[in-house]
């Protein structure tokens, strides 16, 4: 599958980037040590596709410094300061960071949208040698057997026509993706947050698919997922937790052809 243009990736997310920061989830404690375990040096980290920085603030937090690039101005005009991040313009395929300078690369919820083959050059490049990369995603969230079904109606059926055809691989976890590092199998892990609807649905409404969907018809689709879930709901301040599968593709980068320092 191809990848989305630069121009049109911007526009999605740049439309939504307040979303964004208020309400994508934050990653678990648990994932970043687990990254900073299996990473033998803790000096830079790249993340890449940053968004509002909801994985570079928590990786500050192991690592000494975090260059985190998103390829959106809006995004990273929303993103969270940290002492130890600092936060660039630049897309995947050319961060602009020096050769063989980084310990860890991640991608959180953004690597179906990249060139790959270009991505991935720039990661050799970049990566020190042993450095790891990880590509992470979640798929849809779980709440209760009663909200379950209304959201996925809405993902599956209503939004349908409006996910882009690299969709799937989230869905599936990144596990088509070529992936040309040593790999090694991550443990099973979940996001989770607590929330009321009005959050629930701030989420919903970050979401690429949605953004197209009221572009093309307005929001009353959407009004309508609110409306049902009201009713299930209970009071809108009732707060719930929600949960996310978090899925992983992870190696090492061993630069064959480089000769890189120890």
């Not at 989305?4 to 920061?21: C, E, I, L, P």
């Not at 920085?53 to 690592?63: D, H, K, M, N, W």
């Amino acid at each position: 599958m191809g990848a989305m243009s630069d121009k049109s990736y911007q526009n999605r997310f740049s439309q939504v980037a307040g979303g964004y920061a208020l309400y994508r989830p934050r990653y678990p404690r648990e994932l970043i040590d687990y990254l900073a375990g299996v990473t033998t040096q803790h000096e830079t980290v790249w993340d890449c596709a940053c968004g509002s920085g909801q994985l570079s603030v928590p990786l500050a937090e192991r690592f000494a410094r975090v260059i985190a690039t998103d390829a959106s101005a809006e995004q990273l005009a929303q993103a969270e300061a940290h002492p130890r991040v600092e936060y660039r313009k630049a897309t995947a395929e050319a961060s602009g960071l020096p050769d063989m300078s980084v310990d860890l690369i991640t991608v959180a919820q953004a690597a179906h949208w990249f060139d790959r083959a270009r991505f991935y050059e720039e990661v050799r490049r970049v990566g020190r040698r042993g450095a790891v990369v990880a590509l992470i995603c979640y798929g849809v969230h779980s709440v209760d057997d009663a909200v379950d079904p209304i959201v996925r109606a809405f993902y599956g059926v209503s939004l349908a026509p409006y996910w882009g055809p690299e969709r799937v691989h989230v869905e599936e976890g990144y596990r088509r993706f070529d992936f040309p590092f040593d790999e090694f199998a991550a443990p099973p892990m979940e996001l989770s947050a607590s929330w009321n609807l009005s959050q629930l649905i701030g989420y919903i409404e970050t979401w690429s698919a949605v953004w197209a969907m009221v572009q093309d018809r307005g929001r009353s689709t959407l009004d309508d997922l609110r409306e049902a879930l009201s009713r299930t709901w209970g009071s809108a301040e009732t707060v719930r937790t929600i949960r996310w599968p978090l899925r992983m593709r992870i190696g090492r980068v061993l630069n064959r052809n480089r000769s890189a320092p120890c």
